[in-house]
C-alpha cells in the first residue's frame, strides 16, 4: 500500500483548484476566474486498495500585500513542508516569467520529488510544448514534467501513476470512505464565498469572509445552516445586501441549491451581513474567521 501527501502549488488562476476536483472526482475545491479564490489548505483525497493519495490544494503563490495574503503564504510553506510529493502547475498558454523563476527556486529547497505540471495544454498547439519544456528544464531537473489538462483531463492517469510511484509505503491515513479532513460547515461556508466570487465584481468578494454560525442536521427535516458573511466597508454591506435585500436573497438561493448538491440532502440557508472593518489588516480578525 502507498500512502502520502501531495502539494499542489503555484501561482494564481493556474488551474490548481480544478486539478484537485478533477483528480478525486468531487468539487471540494472552490473555483472561480478570479485569481486568489482559495484561501485555505482544502485536501482531496483519492483512495484506492492499491494507494492513497492526499492532494493538498493551496493558495496561489503571490507576493503578499496585506496580512491575510502573509497568512495564506505561510499556508503554503506549510503546504509544502507536510508533502511528501510537490505538484508544480504552470500554464501552457504563457513562457516562464521571473515569478515562476522564484517559486522553483524556492522549492529547490525541499526535499520531496519535484513534479512540474504543464496545464493547458488544449490551448496550444502540440509544436509549442515541447520548447516549452526544454525551457522550464533550464531552470531545474524535475522529477517528472507532465503535460495536462486539468479541465478536460488529459494527462491525468499518466500523472496519478507517476505520483504513486513516488509515495511511501504505508498504512491509509484515513478511512477509505473519507473525501477530505474538513467538516461539512467549511465546505459550507466555501460555497457560501464561491456564489459572492462568481456574482460580484473585484472588490466585494475579495473584501469578504464567511463563518458558518450554527449548522444543525435535522433527520426528517431540511438542515439548517446559518452563516454571517463579513465585509470591510458599510457600502459593501448595502450592495451585497441589495435593495430590500434582493442581491443577498439571490446569492443565498444559488448558494443553497450547491450547498444541497454536495450535501445530497435538503438544506435552509440563512445568512446575515455585517461589517468588520479592515478585517484583513488585523490577526485577530484574521484567525476569528477560520485563517
Known amino acids: ?147 495536462i489538462s486539468a479541465l478536460k483531463g488529459d494527462g491525468l492517469g499518466i500523472l496519478v501513476d507517476l505520483v504513486v510511484q513516488r509515495l511511501p509505503s504505508g498504512e491509509p491515513l484515513y478511512p477509505p470512505d473519507q473525501l477530505s479532513d474538513h467538516p461539512e460547515r467549511f465546505f459550507a461556508a466555501e460555497i457560501v464565498r464561491e456564489t459572492i466570487f462568481l456574482r460580484y465584481g473585484e472588490e466585494i468578494p475579495y473584501s469578504t469572509a464567511v463563518v458558518v454560525d450554527e449548522f444543525v442536521e435535522r433527520p426528517g427535516q431540511k438542515d439548517y445552516i446559518k452563516a454571517t458573511i463579513f465585509v470591510e466597508r458599510d457600502s459593501q454591506k448595502a450592495v451585497l445586501i441589495g435593495k430590500r435585500g434582493s442581491a443577498l436573497k439571490r446569492v443565498g438561493e444559488e448558494a443553497r441549491r450547491e450547498i444541497e448538491k454536495f450535501l445530497g440532502r435538503d438544506v435552509f440557508l440563512q445568512l446575515w451581513v455585517k461589517t468588520r472593518k479592515n478585517w484583513r489588516k488585523r490577526r485577530i480578525d484574521i484567525k476569528r474567521f477560520g485563517y
Open 1 to 147: 500500500m502507498k500512502a502520502g501527501y501531495c502539494a499542489i502549488v503555484g501561482t494564481p488562476n493556474v488551474g490548481k483548484s480544478t486539478l484537485q476536483n478533477s483528480l478525486v472526482g468531487h468539487k471540494l475545491s472552490i473555483v472561480t476566474p478570479k485569481p486568489q479564490t482559495t484561501r485555505h489548505r482544502v485536501s482531496g483525497i483519492l483512495t484506492t486498495s492499491e494507494y492513497q493519495i492526499v492532494f493538498l490544494d493551496s493558495p496561489g503563490i503571490i507576493d503578499p500585500g496585506y496580512e491575510l495574503q502573509s497568512v495564506m503564504m505561510r499556508r503554503v510553506e506549510e503546504i509544502v513542508n507536510d508533502a511528501d510529493l510537490i505538484l508544480l502547475m504552470v500554464e501552457a498558454t504563457s513562457d516562464p516569467e521571473e515569478r515562476e523563476k522564484r517559486i522553483i527556486e524556492r522549492l529547490r529547497a525541499h526535499h520531496a520529488p519535484l513534479f512540474l505540471l504543464i496545464n493547458k495544454i488544449d490551448l496550444i498547439k502540440k509544436s509549442a510544448l515541447l520548447p516549452l519544456i526544454q525551457e522550464y528544464q533550464q531552470f531545474h531537473k524535475f522529477d517528472e514534467v507532465i503535460p
